[in-house]
């Protein structure tokens, strides 16, 4: 039977979690930003949209991650379930289950990526010129090269994620972060090229796998790797589980990834960089959102393992509510504040970039209401579900981009993942609601309506404070959101949040006290 202690001690372990994912994941974030904006500047729109179009079929952040097979989410989640039911002697057979299969899957990624290496001048004939063809080669060979230890490096995620050993994970995420922001400013800042610049990306993948396999040793003395211990009793689950998050994985990954090609094709390389850094204005604001839902999957499992609806029920409210107390006002900030931002940011040659900017941040307003449903979806096992919903979402996205690419340019193509994702949002909600047996009108009470006008009072006050200052350097821009800031973290502290909410917050900051 689980008691208080348990739930307080369950609940720490998750806002921990998130805690640290936050604090090393803000310092990668602002990292990222720093050397991206150093190499828009400095490689140019031409190699820049070389680069863009490789990573788009890379295995860690492109088409071929898809090679993974949805392996890293199931051994995310049945070693979540293993550790919930005290049966840690299962994790050798599924983690050596996992790496028998990803590692075969990494010799199939090389085997593409080295025919990508000598077609790829071919098939994409809006690569203009001798330099940035040869250029596109060496990007996919050494792309090639990060397969092989990318991804078998994942089935060791799985592991330090299922056992909630976050703070891990983001050591070594913080090692190889530091080891590449500096590695990377050294090749741009003395002249070297884009494909020096990819170099320094698979040498920080390379230190981040073997980082996950030693630590995910140490910390899991039971974990024993080795042929004899795959058999079918450890691969059948794990692959009806995998099956259908790696089907929901090819839908997503198209989904990030269609953009860059159909642009590509229609429109031409020149635009893949404004489309990139756009993107990436995007994905910064869904940082604090990945942050509420790092922890969710295996938290799911775990209370699901334990049979516990109520603190599902709570799971799900509260961290919808953090997810958008998180999100929405860095969504908002960057929405207003896109011109400036773009052009102190990689110059003024992007600033016709800040319309499709904020088209891709009002896409991240409407899926920070439905993320901590979909995440617990998938940690309660309804990935079946989860992926017709994606399916259909994908279509959706795939038709308007291609429509709308030749007339809209990358205006369409975002207007396809809005209208795609916007159909597709509340059936998530719908299905997380129906599971948990609540209703919408409470789900809308506790989770949605508490933000929501403390976020358009942070608007109305960047907005007036942006006017009265005129912001002109990224310096500027972030004064302009502080005094927004503080008055929101207040509000929200003080009227969204209930006094137990905050008393939990004081909680779970405070260290655990050892049982009597």
């Known amino acids: 039977m689980t008691g208080p202690v348990s739930e307080v001690a369950h609940g720490r372990r998750v806002f921990r979690n998130t805690l640290v994912t936050g604090a090393v994941g803000v310092f990668s974030l602002l990292a990222n930003f720093f050397v991206i904006g150093v190499a828009g500047r400095h490689l140019g729109m031409g190699p820049y949209g070389v680069l863009t179009l490789a990573l788009a079929f890379s295995v860690s952040a492109g088409y071929l991650s898809i090679s993974d097979l949805g392996l890293q989410a199931g051994v995310t989640r049945f070693i979540a379930d293993a550790d919930g039911r005290g049966e840690r002697e299962r994790i050798g057979e599924v983690v050596s289950s996992a790496l028998a299969v990803l590692s075969a899957t990494a010799v199939v990624a090389v085997a593409i990526l080295l025919t990508l290496a000598v077609v790829g001048a071919h098939l994409f004939v809006n690569v203009h010129g001798s330099a940035l063809q040869n250029d596109l080669r060496l990007l996919f060979t050494l792309f090639a090269a990060e397969a092989l230890f990318g991804l078998p490096a ?144 295996p938290a799911s499992a775990n209370l699901l393992a334990l049979e516990s609806r109520v603190r599902l029920q709570a799971l799900l409210v509260r961290g919808t509510r953090y997810s958008l107390a998180l999100s929405l006002p860095v969504t908002i900030a960057a929405m207003i504040l896109a011109r400036p931002l773009l052009i102190s940011w990689v110059g003024g040659q992007y600033a016709r970039y800040s319309g499709p900017a904020q088209l891709f941040l009002t896409y991240q307003l409407i899926s920070c209401t439905a993320t901590i449903a979909n995440t617990m979806l998938v940690g309660m096992g309804r990935v079946r579900a989860v992926t017709v919903y994606v399916t259909i979402a994908m279509g959706i996205n795939l038709t308007l981009s291609i429509i709308l690419a030749h007339p809209l340019g990358v205006s369409g193509v975002i207007i396809g993942t809005l209208v795609g994702y916007g159909i597709t949002a509340p059936l998530y909600i719908r299905l997380a609601l129906k599971e948990l047996s609540m209703s919408a009108g409470q789900f809308l009470r506790q989770a949605i309506v508490p933000i929501l006008p403390w976020a358009a009072l942070f608007a109305l006050i960047v907005a007036l404070t942006s006017y009265a200052v005129t912001p002109t350097g990224l310096i500027t821009i972030a004064l302009c959101c502080v005094p927004a800031s503080l008055i929101y973290v207040v509000c929200v502290t003080r009227f969204a949040m209930t006094a137990e909410e905050r008393r939990a917050l004081l909680g779970f900051l405070r260290p655990a006290r050892p049982p009597a």
């Open 154 to 297: 994942l089935a060791f995620v799985g592991v330090l994620q299922g056992l909630q050993r976050y703070g891990w994970i983001k050591v070594v995420d913080l090692s190889r972060q530091i080891i590449y922001t500096i590695l990377a400013l050294v090749v741009l800042l003395t002249g070297h090229g884009v494909v020096a610049f990819g170099a320094v990306m698979i040498a920080g993948t390379a230190f981040a796998a073997i980082g996950y396999a030693v630590v995910a040793r140490l910390l899991c003395p039971e974990m024993r790797i080795s042929p004899r211990l795959i058999n079918r009793k450890a691969l059948r689950p794990l692959a009806g589980f995998s099956a259908w998050v790696f089907i929901s994985r090819v839908n997503g990954v198209i989904w990030a990834q269609m953009d860059t090609v159909i642009l590509s094709i229609v429109v031409g390389i020149n635009v893949l960089a404004g489309y990139n850094f756009a993107a990436r204005l995007q994905s910064a604001a869904s940082y604090p959102q990945s942050l509420s839902a790092a922890a969710v999957v």
